[in-house]
């Protein structure tokens, strides 16, 4: 009875493991993973530089008499044209010295129309000694000094007059205005410090940026080689708004200064920009994009396939058999969203995207090949 309650127990259990035994495990799908081959491409390699911009004029506009503004005779912000009236200053205190100068001037004339009166009475009776030779002279300094006077008295005249015509400032060039730095009832005088406003000509910008001196050196070198791919590229240079977005056109290279600064070990380069509907305004910062490097012939890969772990940079190789190796690179500089690789890789060779922690070294997946190019958005 013993035995035969045994047998009835066990019975389940041999069941159960006799049903296991029987049954296959369910194989474990290949990770699909997107795979792309080395590209093998001439890249032209590109460095940002931090500029800002000018107008192609900014003409300062200051007093050069002293006074009080009378009037402001334009619209900040707008565009204004050359020789229109902005600013009036008080004229009275010029007219004044102009009526002066007048008055001084008819003095003078009528002193002069009174020393050649005497000069033509006394020649005649100087040639029969009816007077003295010393009042001849006297005469002729009379005359000579009434000349001068008259001299003086014109130029002074006329320096009044330039005086009262400063009491009305005109625009010097057509071009936008800025802000009023005074307004009406201010005195203003003359002098460097002393500005009224600004006004750029916007017809073409001014982006002025710094290469480092090392960097300066190293393009200068490229350029003068006799084989040098870099020859012309400065005039076509690129430009990065504030906001990233890309500016429509390109620009020129316009000249580098003489000197590099010593304080900063930096020198100053300009670039001159078409601004043809007025987007671009002095004082904004952008981002010069200039071709520093060029490569022929060289290997990329996407950035996304790179694996870095404390400076050492890795990516996924994928061989015949759709296995994946970690294979150690060199890579080089940055080239959009890829690599340009220098050592590690061969063209032909297939990488894998990643981007998953499933993937690991050793494993076979199901390659999802990519036709990957630089910029190319995958997803």
Do not use: H
């Not at 620009?251 to 580098?256: N, P």
């Amino acid at each position: 009875m013993k035995n035969l309650t045994t047998k009835i127990l066990c019975l389940p259990m041999l069941l159960v493991l006799f049903s296991c035994g029987n049954k296959q495990a369910a194989p474990v799908a290949a990770l699909e993973v997107q795979v792309a081959e080395v590209v093998r491409q001439d890249v032209r390699l590109e460095s940002e530089y931090n500029g800002q911009t000018y107008g192609q004029s900014d003409i300062q506009i200051n007093p050069r008499v002293d006074g009080t503004v009378e009037s402001l005779n334009f619209q900040e912000g707008n565009m204004v044209t050359k020789g229109q009236l902005l600013y009036t200053i008080d004229p009275l205190p010029f007219q004044s010295k102009v009526s002066e100068a007048e008055a001084r001037l008819a003095d003078s004339q009528a002193q002069l129309a009174k020393s050649k009166s005497d000069l033509d009475m006394i020649e005649p009776l100087a040639k029969i000694n009816a007077v003295s030779q010393r009042e001849l002279v006297a005469a002729k300094s009379g005359y000579e000094a009434a000349q001068a006077k008259i001299q003086a008295a014109k130029a002074g005249l006329q320096i009044a007059k330039i005086q009262l015509g400063y009491c009305r400032i005109t625009a010097p060039i057509s071009g936008l205005i800025g802000i009023s730095k005074v307004r009406v009832g201010d005195y203003v005088t003359p002098g460097q410090m002393s500005v009224l406003n600004t006004i750029s000509d916007l017809g073409d910008v001014r982006v002025r940026f710094t290469l480092s001196e090392q960097e300066f050196l190293r393009i200068y070198r490229e350029v003068s080689a006799e084989d040098s791919k870099l020859k012309g590229s400065g005039k076509s240079i690129r430009m990065k708004l504030s906001d990233g977005s890309a500016y429509p056109y390109s620009g020129r290279l316009s000249f580098a200064d003489r000197q590099i600064d010593p304080a900063t070990g930096a020198i100053t380069f300009e670039a001159a920009f078409p601004n043809a509907d007025k987007l671009l305004r002095p004082g904004q910062y952008v981002k010069i994009i200039l071709v520093t490097d060029v490569r022929m012939e060289a290997l990329v890969i996407p950035q996304r396939a790179v694996i870095e772990m404390q400076g050492i940079y890795q990516v996924y190789v994928v061989n015949d058999s759709n296995k994946v190796q970690l294979q150690i690179i060199k890579p080089g500089p940055s080239f959009q969203d890829a690599y340009v690789v220098t050592d590690g890789l061969k063209p032909g060779d297939k990488i894998a995207f990643g981007g998953t922690q499933l993937l690991r070294n050793g494993s076979v997946i199901q390659p999802k090949v990519v036709g990957w190019k630089p910029g190319m958005k995958v997803q």
